[in-house]
Nanobody, 123 residues
Framework: EVRLVESGGGLAQPGGSLRLSCAAS????????IGWFRQAPGKERELVAG???????NYADSVKGRFTISRDNAKNTVYLQMNSLKPEDTAVYYC?????????????????WGQGTQVTVSS
């Protein structure tokens, strides 16, 4: 059974920090790309940070220099360190695991999603 379980969300003040964790099980974690997404009420889900199976990283412009994504394959866990938090960071944060199967008709992604963890930044 595939499971992705997020934790570490909560309430922070502007300028504060939070560390999110995503614990994975039920699949070959090392082979998957991992992403952190977030979704605020009334808005579309957006990619915040991603890390490939080769440990390459990318970030949304809005979080560059403030957030850091990392993975510990021995623990099947992904982290998102969030510093210098802003009110606009308030959202539900989701962990995503993706494997892209290359076929003759093009890439065919397989996605697993966690249930999300709430992050609220407010004074």
């Amino acid at each position: 059974e595939v499971r992705l379980v997020e934790s570490g969300g909560g309430l922070a003040q502007p300028g504060g920090s939070l560390r999110l964790s995503c614990a994975a099980s039920g699949f070959t974690f090392d082979d998957y790309h991992i992403g952190w997404f977030r979704q605020a009420p009334g808005k579309e889900r957006e990619l915040v940070a991603g890390i490939t199976n080769g440990d390459s990283t990318n970030y949304a412009d809005s979080v560059k220099g403030r957030f850091t994504i990392s993975r510990d394959n021995a623990k099947n866990t992904v982290y998102l360190q969030m510093n210098s938090l802003k009110p606009e960071d308030t959202a539900v944060y989701y962990c995503n695991a993706r494997y892209v199967l290359m076929t003759i008709v093009g890439p065919a992604p397989r996605d697993y999603w966690g249930q999300g963890t709430q992050v609220t930044v407010s004074s």
